[in-house]
């Protein structure tokens, strides 16, 4: 059974931070890698970052994010991380994670079923 798992959501101020974690049980995320997806309220779904399989240094980032997240893989606890810092009331979505077999590009494989961030006073 495979299944990818957010947590670490929640409702934070302007400004603060929140650590997303995605958990793999029933596979391993070694050979994948991994990317964060965000959608909210009457928007499309867009790509926040992704890490590579290989050695996890080779990493991107959404202009929009960039400087203030940092995505981030632990393969022997079989997860990703999503580090989200200086947090902006336009970051609030649900966060998706999900696997790519190709590397960071558009075909992406499994998904969880998402975490709320909300980021409001």
């Known amino acids: 059974q495979v299944q990818l798992v957010e947590s670490g959501g ?3 101020q302007p400004g603060g931070s929140l650590r997303l974690s995605c958990a793999a049980s029933g596979f391993t995320l070694d050979y994948y890698a991994i990317g964060w ?3 909210a309220p009457g928007k499309e779904r867009e790509g926040v970052s992704c890490i590579s399989s290989s050695d996890g240094s080779t990493t991107y980032y959404a202009d929009s994010v960039k400087g ?3 995505i981030s893989r632990d393969n022997a606890k079989n997860t990703v991380y999503l580090q989200m810092n200086s947090l902006k009331p336009e970051d609030t979505a649900v966060y998706y ?7 960071c590009g558009p075909s992406f494989d499994s998904w969880g079923q998402g975490t709320q961030v909300t980021v409001s006073s």
């Open 37 to 39: 997806f965000r959608q």
């Open 10 to 12: 929640g409702l934070v």
């Open 68 to 70: 203030r997240f940092t």
């Open 97 to 103: 994670c999900a696997t790519s077999a190709t590397g």
